[in-house]
């Protein structure tokens, strides 16, 4: 569906950013690839975490599970709410240290505005 | 099962974007806003302020120049707090998009069928024509969404789950949008029939505007006929007459003098600076006498110092934003004054959201 004829503008591709690259930051890319690990490993763990509190919840309150209902359901809005905390607590604790050289495993959560 | 069920099948997160397909993906989901919020987002001002000192210890111009910026990138990516601040923010970028696609396509039949059947029915309406062609330019990856804008059947969504998690709770419940909207300039006369949201996305923008002005036309085009299918489909949900189009913004299809408003949010730094001169002039055309045009984006090198420009560079190269350096240095606020618009006084130490106001001249 793409048009070249339709550019007055060569060297798209040349442009930083136009085409996804795979970039590595450290001269050991394995340092990378260990940071990376180490995020993907969290959000397993919080996926577990969030199954087992969905489960725990599930069970105490109706004393049966239907597997489906797990998959498709949600937490209730106040196991949610703890839920929301104790994973922000996670991160800070785990993660923040990476930035305490300038004092940034004490910030606070923020939104992009 | 009706049309908002079938694409929100999981019920809608935060207000208005849809569910990922199941509880699994979004406690995923849940933990890459959270690391976002915490390890991108709140670290932007402290980072920001050591970067600058390792700038000023190592004797470097702080002027937002092309020559200081390839010596603040060569500096400060010799940093190892700045390599890990970069390689996480890389590396959630692309979790993010994996666990969005995998989860979305998962569903893939069903919601186009969904957005096939919102096609038939009104409020609002939407045209597209899968034959239309795509300048190569809009093909980038922008924040490397797989498929980018144009190439996925469900780029409106993935591009609309998107902006819930990169906002961060910001763009919860629409609010961001109706700030945006409510930023929008009045025309002169303050008399508005039509209005035109360019390069529309989602239809956000659009449906905030939709509700300033319930009475008026609303009209939202967009390049990509995935986008305005998902926005019609969105702003039906929330029951808003809104005519949603493929259109290039360099090349309307609308006649003079039509608008009493337009709008780009976030287009102008998606597009080639030669684009940008193009789309002024057909938002002028287009525009009535006294019409108003609001430009929102990201400032221009002007009210910048080297350190933004370092990480708007950064986000450029490694975030698929391939068009944000050129878009800054234009100051595109005098490339409207060139092109004849009437400008509003605009506020140029406004970094992140600097609306630029032009009427279009009533003689
Ligand atoms: C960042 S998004 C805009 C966000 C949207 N305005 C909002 O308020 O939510 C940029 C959009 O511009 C579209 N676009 C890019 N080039 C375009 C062009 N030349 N004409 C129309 N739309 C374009 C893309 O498909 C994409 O959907």
């Not at chain 1, 106040?78 to 993660?95: A, H, V």
């Not at chain 2, 976002?36 to 050591?50: D, T």
């Not at chain 2, 490694?318 to 595109?332: Q, T």
Request: proline share 4%; hydrophobic share 40%.
């Amino acid at each position: 569906m793409t048009d070249k004829k339709l550019n007055d503008l060569d060297g798209l591709e040349n442009l930083p950013g136009f085409k996804r690259g795979n970039p590595t930051y450290f001269e050991n890319e394995v340092i990378d690839h260990l940071i990376s690990i180490t995020l993907e490993l969290g959000a397993e763990l919080w996926v577990v975490k969030d199954r087992l509190a969905h489960v725990e919840e599930v069970l105490s309150e109706h004393n049966k599970l239907s597997l489906d209902s797990l998959s498709t359901g949600k937490p209730s809005a106040l196991l949610q709410e703890q839920l929301d905390l104790e994973r922000t607590q996670i991160i800070k604790r785990i993660y923040g240290r990476l930035y305490s050289k300038y004092g940034g495993d004490v910030a606070e959560e923020k939104s992009a505005i | 099962m009706g049309i908002s069920e079938a694409i929100y099948k999981r019920g809608k997160t935060a207000g208005v974007f849809p569910s990922l397909s199941t509880r699994r993906d979004e406690a995923y989901m849940d933990f890459i806003e959270s690391a976002r919020n915490l390890l991108l987002h709140a670290q932007q001002e402290p980072i920001g302020e050591y970067s600058k000192l390792l700038l000023k210890n190592a004797g470097k111009s702080m002027e937002p120049d092309p020559k200081s910026t390839a010596e603040a990138i060569e500096l400060l990516m010799k940093d190892n707090v700045l390599k890990t601040y970069y390689r996480i923010k890389r590396t959630l970028q692309e979790s993010f998009w994996e666990c969005t696609y995998s989860s979305l396509h998962m569903r893939k039949n069903d919601l186009l069928r969904a957005l096939d059947d919102a096609e038939k029915i009104g409020p609002g309406s939407v045209a597209y024509d899968l034959d239309f062609s795509i300048p190569e330019y809009a093909t980038a990856e922008i924040h490397i969404q797989p498929g980018g804008n144009v190439n996925d059947p469900l780029s409106g969504l993935l591009y609309d789950y998107g902006s819930k998690v990169f906002m961060g709770g910001a763009a919860d419940n629409d609010m961001f949008a109706d700030m945006q909207a409510s930023a929008v300039a009045t025309p002169q006369n303050n008399k508005v029939h039509r209005i035109l949201d360019l390069g529309c996305s989602a239809g956000v923008t659009t449906s905030a505007l939709k509700r300033i002005y319930p009475d008026a036309e609303v009209w939202g085009i967009d390049i990509s006929a995935h986008m305005v299918r998902y926005a019609h489909a969105r702003a039906l949900g929330q029951n808003l007459d809104i005519n949603f189009k493929q259109m290039l913004a360099e090349e309307l299809d609308f006649e003079n003098n039509h608008f009493d408003i337009v709008v780009a949010n976030l287009l102008f730094h998606e597009v080639p600076v030669s684009i940008s001169r193009k789309i002024l002039s057909e938002t002028l055309r287009v525009l009535r006498p006294g019409g108003s045009f609001t430009l929102i984006d990201f400032s221009g090198d002007k009210s910048r110092d080297v350190y933004t420009m370092f990480f708007g560079a950064m986000d450029a190269a490694d975030n698929g934003e391939p068009f944000l350096p050129g878009f800054v240095r234009s100051n595109v606020e005098e490339i409207m004054e060139a092109r004849g618009f009437e400008m509003h006084p605009y506020d140029p130490d406004k970094f992140i959201l600097a609306e630029r106001i032009g009427f279009k001249p009533n003689h």
